[in-house]
């Protein structure tokens, strides 16, 4: 089984960009998709998009269209999901999940990086 | 809100069976064979016990299990446990640009 490594916690100010970046490792990089979900302290979870590692293809959720970015760097199996404009109610834990390109699960997730949203 | 609806929390003490109820609509459930359960444990990544409705990976113990009717399915653990005490998430498929829809997330309390 694979594994999933994000980067370390952020704190923005309202209204910039946040990265976070999440490593591959122990599996066929191209061959599973990676999914973001985000998870608001003391909520549930909230599906944002998916990237196809193998060619770059997207798919967001209309939520974020417009907000969100998500690559990926097959050379590094590294993918990256970039949310813009934050604002308050961006304050969450954020996990990236693979999950293989015929299925319909979150099969393996990452350890999640806390993104703080304050003046 | 939450798309799915969830239980805020279920208790039972160990030994016993307790089921967990997830209602979505006829767009999700109870379209697609596609649900799946993740257990989390406080401050943990979630983790997959149950995917398309009542299978379950590999390593996941047979104290769980996952069944559907209509627009509603279910998580049963049997023969409770004091690990089991955790958050529990419904998904399902869903057609459209949310791809994935979302429980509230339940709390399995042992007694």
């Known amino acids: 089984q694979g594994q999933l490594v994000q980067s370390g916690a952020q704190v923005k100010k309202p209204g910039a960009s946040v990265e976070v970046s999440c490593k591959a490792s122990?599996?066929?990089?191209?061959?599973?998709?990676i999914h973001w979900v985000r998870q608001a302290p003391g909520q549930g979870l909230e599906w944002m998009g998916i990237?196809?590692?193998?060619?770059?293809?997207?798919s967001y959720t209309q939520k974020f269209q417009g907000r969100v970015t998500m690559t990926g760097d097959t050379s590094t199996s590294t993918v990256y999901m970039e949310l813009s404009s934050l604002r308050s109610e961006d304050t969450a834990v954020y996990y990236c999940?693979?999950?293989?390109?015929?299925?319909?699960?979150?099969?393996?997730w990452g350890q999640g990086t806390t993104v703080t949203v304050s003046s | 809100q939450s798309a799915l609806t969830q239980p805020a929390s279920v208790s039972g003490s160990p030994g016993q069976s307790i089921t967990i109820s997830c209602t979505g609509t006829?767009?999700?459930?109870?379209?697609?064979?596609?649900v799946s359960w993740y257990q989390q444990h406080p401050g943990k990544a979630p983790k997959l016990i149950i995917y398309?409705?009542?299978n379950r990976p590999s390593g996941v113990s047979h104290r769980f299990s996952g069944s559907k009717s209509g627009n509603t399915a279910s998580l049963t653990i049997s023969g409770l446990q004091a690990e089991d005490e955790a958050d529990y998430h419904c998904?399902?498929?869903?057609?459209?640009?949310?791809?994935?829809?979302f429980g509230s997330g339940t709390k399995v309390i042992v007694l």
């Open positions: 999940v693979y999950a293989h390109s015929g299925s319909y699960f979150l099969e393996v």
């Open positions: 122990g599996y066929t990089f191209t061959s599973y998709y």
């Open positions: 990237i196809n590692p193998r060619g770059g293809g997207t």
């Open positions: 006829s767009s999700d459930v109870g379209r697609y064979n596609y």
């Open positions: 398309d409705v009542n």
């Open positions: 998904s399902s498929y869903t057609s459209g640009s949310t791809r994935y829809v």
